[in-house]
């Protein structure tokens, strides 16, 4: 990556790595370094937050909501259509950020810039919709209706293979609903977040609002999730990380809206469009480098097909273009760090020793980067490794004799985020979105399993946390619901028909 498409977006080789209306740097703060996975090189770095530093940005988001939660919703909209043209005018340099930073080929590293684009253009049409009910009252002369508030600062805590798109889904929805928003980024993209930041502090300069979008870094994450000044966690990351801070939320009783693990699967029919299969699966699961959350990590083939669709997978992994992911030509990347390559070997190894056959990749490659050969491994869907998973471009393929069967395995793992089915079968696919079918927050027909477009709610169940994010209703997590009842006439009936004297 280029200095100068840093020096373009204002981020400096070593920089302050907590905003709440200015750039706040402690002398002795320590250092969180940036290290670019293609190459194993540090690209720059950030001062990390202090206990103190972090006090003060809570105080200062808390001020400015306080003021913003009285702005009206589609005033709140504009700031936040200002910060989307900033995001387009930027696109090229951040995609370039994005893929020097965490690893992704130029066109996904441009697209997630695009997803946040499109987020801020939802949230503002969002920022005239925010609709309330009214209900019909029993008692004469009353009114009874909903109606929805401003929640508070919320705290948002993202991962590192979405490092821009996840936080739009969050901040541009929570802003128009009238929070402030406190950023809390991965520590493996911190100039990323310092970017964007510095976007948004363009735009909000001069507005009296400078503190709703603010960014705190490591290790302050734990004492968002605590405090009580923030009634709102969002946290994107494994399922492990999404059990603690659900038990150090609620024991506070806040709420918490949690995107975790996805473990995904998908189904292929035997009256399945073959090439389609193929293209949609090679996608989902090398995408990324296998590291999204909606990444396809099972399939279940039918019996009839399984050595055809096998056959063509292995031919594509053969030609898959793996390097650089900043060349054009190339379409996987590098996993994010050596941890991670260790992780891939260690779930290979246990797969071999659970019964499974390794019939494509999975060796690390010769480079000074983070690079391996996405594997695909033949093994029985209930091999224990295949309920867990593992970020990495590891395919796991059985086959079926019955959707019966293999609804039964795609269903047995903790995990539900992403599904889908390949089929021509109105029938199939109809047993597979009905309630006794897919039990995942997304069920795709004749598409692969990730791609979400934001319209639509995006999360998932059981182990992946329940969340809710994006589009769709999903901006009522970020708003209290208010129940009023209004009586305009001169008596006072109750409800129930209880007579009280």
């Not at 400096?12 to 709440?20: N, S, Y």
């Not at 499109?118 to 019909?136: I, K, N, P, W």
């Not at 090679?282 to 099972?298: D, I």
């Not at 985020?417 to 390949?422: G, T």
């Amino acid at each position: 990556m280029h200095a100068d498409t840093m020096a373009r977006l204002g981020v400096d080789r070593h920089h302050a790595g907590t905003f709440a209306g200015e750039w706040i740097e402690s002398l002795d703060a320590q250092q969180i370094e940036s290290i670019n996975p293609t190459t194993g090189e540090p690209l720059g770095s950030i001062s990390a937050t202090t206990e103190d530093e972090y006090d003060l940005v809570v105080t200062k988001a808390q001020e400015a909501f306080e003021r913003w939660r009285m702005i009206p919703a589609p005033q709140r909209g504009e700031y936040v259509r200002q910060i989307g043209e900033a995001l387009r005018d930027n696109k090229s340099e951040l995609g370039s950020l994005v893929t020097a930073e965490v690893g992704k080929i130029t066109a996904e590293g441009e697209g997630e810039v695009q997803e946040a684009i499109d987020m801020a253009e939802f949230a503002v049409g969002l920022s005239r919709q925010l609709y309330g009910l009214t209900m019909a009252s029993e008692r004469p002369h009353h009114r009874l209706f909903e109606q929805w508030h401003p929640l508070g600062p919320v705290g948002v805590i993202t991962a590192f293979n979405f490092p821009v798109a996840v936080w739009s889904w969050n901040a541009f929805v929570a802003a128009v609903c009238g929070d402030a928003v406190i950023w809390k980024p991965s520590s493996h993209a911190p100039l990323t977040s310092v970017a964007i930041t510095r976007l948004c502090a363009e735009v909000m300069d001069g507005s009296g609002f400078e503190s709703i979008f603010s960014l705190v870094s490591d290790p302050v994450g734990r004492a968002m999730v605590d405090d009580r000044r923030i009634p709102l966690i969002s946290a994107t990351g494994s399922t492990e990380m999404g059990r603690d801070v659900s038990r150090r939320v609620s024991d506070r009783l806040g709420r918490s809206l949690l995107e975790l693990g996805g473990n995904n699967g998908a189904i292929v029919m035997e009256d399945a469009d073959v090439d389609l299969v193929t293209r949609a699966v090679v996608f989902g699961a090398v995408g990324t480098a296998g590291q999204r959350c909606t990444t396809l990590r099972r399939l279940f083939v039918h019996d009839s097909i399984a050595e055809e669709v096998v056959g063509r997978l292995k031919v594509a992994y053969e030609t898959l273009p793996i390097g650089d992911p900043s060349h054009p030509d190339n379409l996987v990347g590098p996993l994010i760090s050596n941890q991670a390559m260790e992780n891939m070997q260690r779930a290979l190894a246990n797969a071999v020793d659970q019964g499974g056959h390794i019939i494509a990749g999975g060796e690390p490659m010769e480079s000074p980067g983070y690079f391996v050969q996405p594997a695909i491994v033949w093994i029985e869907p209930t091999a224990p490794i295949t309920h867990t998973e593992t970020f990495a471009p590891i395919l796991y393929v059985s086959s079926f004799a019955s959707l019966d069967d293999a609804m039964s395995a795609h269903n047995a793992v903790p995990q539900g985020l992403s599904s889908a089915i390949f089929t021509d079968s109105l029938k199939a696919a109809e047993r597979f979105l009905s309630a006794s079918g897919s039990d995942c927050g997304i069920a795709n027909v004749n598409a692969g399993t990730s791609g979400a477009e934001i319209g639509g709610a995006f999360g998932g169940e059981k182990d992946t946390g329940g969340g809710r994010e994006s589009g769709s209703d999903a901006w009522k997590a970020y708003m209290r619901r208010q129940t009023v009842t209004l009586n305009w006439g001169d008596d006072l009936p109750l409800a129930q028909g209880i007579d009280f004297g």
